[in-house]
C-alpha cells in the first residue's frame, strides 16, 4: 500500500520534524532490525553529535521512540534537551524477518508473519504524532524515530509513496503551509 487513503486519520494543521536515528549496526551490515534493539556504530555516534549544531526556528519539543538507538540519538544530539519517550514512534515489527539480511525485507504492505500491519502502523504512527504535537503546544515537535515512521508520516502527509529511506540523523520537516505538509529535508 503505497498512495495515501482516505480512512487514515489526518496529521495535526502544524509543522512536525522526524529524525531517523544515527546509523546502527544493523544499518551497518544490512540487516532488518525492527524492533530489535541495536546500538548506534561509532559513525552513528557522530551523526548524532552533529545535530547539535542544527539551528531550529525556536523553542522545541523532543520526542523518541523508546528503542535504543533513538534514546542514543537524542542523548548525543540533544544533550541539555529533555526529552520523552512515545511507544508509537517505534519501528515496524517484523515479526519473523528480523534479524534477517535486508534483501529479504518483504513487501510493505500486509502483514508479515508474526508482525505488525503496514495499515496498522500508519494509524499508529498517526496516533503518535497527534499525542506529540498536542504535549509540544507551541514548540515544534522533533521526533526521533525510524526509516519506517518516516515512511508512514510520508503518506498521512498526503504523499503519494513513502520515498526512499530517510538518511541517518538528518532532519526532515513537514511544514504546514497552505493547508497542507510540504516535507523539507535539512543539512547539517
Known sequence: MSAASP???????????????????????????GRLDVSLTDLGRQ?????????????IALFSSPLERAQQTCQLGFPDQEFHCHPGLRER??????????????PR?????????????????AEAITACCAQAQDRLPVLVCH????RATRLLAGQHNTGARAPNAHP???????????????AL
Open 7 to 33: 480512512s487514515w486519520p489526518k496529521l495535526p494543521p502544524q509543522s512536525i520534524c522526524l529524525i531517523r536515528h544515527g546509523q546502527t549496526t544493523a544499518n551497518r551490515d544490512s540487516i532488518i532490525a
Open 47 to 59: 551523526q548524532a553529535r552533529a545535530l547539535r549544531g542544527h539551528s531550529w526556528p525556536g523553542a
Open 93 to 106: 515489527d517484523w515479526g519473523q524477518f528480523e534479524g534477517a539480511p535486508l534483501a529479504k525485507l518483504p
Open 109 to 125: 504492505a500486509g502483514r508479515p508473519e508474526g508482525g505488525e500491519d503496514w495499515s496498522e502502523m500508519i494509524i499508529r504512527v
Open 147 to 150: 526509516s519506517g515512521v518516516i
Open 172 to 186: 526532515i520537516s513537514f511544514v504546514w503551509v497552505n493547508d497542507r505538509h510540504k516535507e523539507v529535508a535539512h
